[in-house]
């Protein structure tokens, strides 16, 4: 009974590195990453053109150009790097597999050492071993999560996360954009920054509740950060203001 039982915990251990909570944490990962890379970018871009030529029309040509760039950019990004990820993955399951083939003592005596750190002891800690090494795949799979805090990626993904974080970087870019399109210019720079803060604010908040934090201190920081981030473009157009004839 005993032995059943363990062999269920280690199932649902091993299921729990592909975990959909760790998916969808890494969706949310990919929204905020988009979402907030469009905000800041974009905003600091039109403060800057419209800091710099006062012209709305100038900001909205800018403004735009940005959103689609920045879009394609950080979807390209995404793309390439959850690729990169699935590499590194399996190159370092390879090397795991080559060495519980050239030097399996000395890999079960990390697994020995893993679980010896996790409060296991003798009989228990040797079956926990034993069921481990027993099939490679289990064997390496446990040492990849355990030793090198590596989960499996999943090459399918690549696309997903390239259009989630593409498709929120054109939505945060165009809600500091929104403003110029009703405003003038000068009410149009405080709106933006306003607004611009509140949404930071709210996902940094929304970020700590689903994960790890304080909402009210996570939502600050990155208001904060992301607002100071975007007045540095408005600094730079002021040092280059168009001279008015």
């Known amino acids: 009974m005993k032995k059943l039982n363990y062999q269920h915990q280690k199932e649902q251990y091993l299921h729990s590195q592909i975990d959909p909570h760790r998916r969808s944490t890494s969706g ?90 996790k409060g296991f002891e003798g009989e228990l800690l040797e079956r926990i071993v034993n069921t481990i090494t027993a099939n490679p795949d289990v064997w390496v799979t446990v040492m990849m999560a355990e030793e090198h805090q590596l989960a499996p990626v999943n090459r399918g993904q690549a696309w997903k996360s390239a259009l989630v974080v593409g498709i929120s970087a054109i939505v945060g870019s165009l809600i500091p954009l929104a403003p110029f399109a009703f405003l003038p210019v000068a009410t149009s720079m405080w709106v933006s920054v306003l607004i611009t803060a509140l949404v930071l604010f709210a996902v940094g908040a929304y970020k700590a509740r689903v994960t790890v934090g304080k909402p009210g201190r996570s939502g600050l920081e990155m208001a904060v950060i992301g607002t100071v981030s975007a007045l540095v473009g408005y600094a730079v157009g002021l040092v280059l203001k168009v001279p008015t004839a």
């Open 28 to 117: 949310l990962s990919d929204v905020i990453l988009g979402g907030q890379d469009g905000l800041v970018n974009v905003l600091g871009v039109i403060l800057g053109i419209a800091a710099a030529t006062n012209d709305p029309r100038i900001v909205m040509v800018a403004g735009l150009a940005a959103t689609f760039a920045e879009s394609v950019s950080m979807g390209a990004v995404a793309y390439t790097s959850t690729l990169a990820d699935a590499d590194y993955y399996d190159s370092e399951r390879e090397r795991e597999l080559r060495h519980i083939e050239q030097i399996p003592k000395l890999e079960r005596a990390e697994v020995s050492q893993i679980y010896t750190e």
